[in-house]
């Protein structure tokens, strides 16, 4: 199967187009409530639940995983990494999103992670890979010790993409991803990135060998169709390769909203995470 980095219309469109079609902020007209709201959440979530936070995985400021051990440590554990197109956002703020994982008897972590222009993008996906190390290392003595499941959201499902691969993780959920990073060098995002072209063809899961772990993907029918493009595109690669995992369009959830499905106790994604695990 070809792949081709670019979308169609790329050519003929403007540096404001471009940038547009990747501006999932604007693209939802209420999603400085939502996130909000989803900040909001996150403090008396933490607040209750503050026996394992703050864990420095490596030196920088931002290095460290916020872990929610089940009462079982052979509970799986949902690690979810935080989007933001890599430079904006921060793990705390998304710890009440893991309330439907710790309902369903399962653990739940999340790492930080440097924000471009902070460091760059090779630099990012090391600091996911160092995370896991210390996870493997240091989670059983933290009460997690069961299967892992790596999701992430946005940006975060990118790095979902390059983790998979590690030995910690056994299945993966990338939600509203970007798997080809060729449109995002061409858009105002990239102003903080700086991506080479060298990390284009690295970074981009979809120019790399699959891993054939199963790999759930998701993004929103009300998404930009840049996003819901680069989901149906990264999910035929794979099945072409025959990886496991569906493909998951959460019916009438834009950028934003697509979270509730994880974050409810039998919400869409928070069940696949658990079909994952039986394949």
């Given amino acids: 199967m070809n792949h081709h980095p670019l979308p169609d219309f790329w050519a003929a469109a403007s540096a404001a187009e471009r940038s547009a079609a990747y501006d999932n902020s604007k693209a939802v007209v209420d999603s400085p409530a939502l996130i909000a709201a989803r900040n909001a959440a996150a403090a008396p979530f933490r607040a209750a639940r503050s026996g394992h936070l703050d864990l420095a995985y490596g030196a920088g400021q931002r290095n460290a995983w916020d872990l929610f051990p089940a009462q079982d440590p052979a509970a799986p554990c949902l690690v979810f990494i935080h989007g933001g197109y890599w430079q904006r956002n921060r793990r705390e703020d998304f710890c009440a999103l893991m ?33 896991l190390d210390w996870l493997q290392a240091h989670g059983p003595a933290h009460g997690i010790a069961g299967k892992v499941v790596i999701a992430g959201w946005s940006a975060g499902g990118h790095l979902v993409g390059m983790a998979l691969s590690h030995p910690l993780v056994t299945a993966g959920l990338a939600i509203s991803g970007i798997f080809e990073l ?13 991506l080479t072209e060298a990390e284009l063809a690295a970074l981009s899961p979809m120019r790399l060998p699959i891993v054939p772990k199963p790999l759930a993907i998701a993004y929103g029918s009300r998404e930009l169709p840049e996003l819901r493009r680069q989901s149906r595109g990264f999910h035929a690669l794979r099945a072409a390769a025959h990886a496991p995992g569906p493909l998951i369009p959460v019916v009438g959830a834009d950028h934003f909203r697509i979270l509730e499905a994880l974050q409810s106790p039998d919400g869409e994604l928070l069940r696949a995470c658990d079909d994952l695990l039986r394949h």
């Fill in 99 to 131: 309330a439907g994982a710790l309902e369903r008897g399962w653990s739940a972590a999340l790492p930080g992670y440097t924000l471009a222009p902070d460091a760059s993008l090779t630099t990012i996906v090391d600091e996911i890979g160092a995370a």
């Fill in 182 to 194: 060729a449109p995002i060098r061409d858009t105002e995002l990239n102003e903080k990135l700086s």
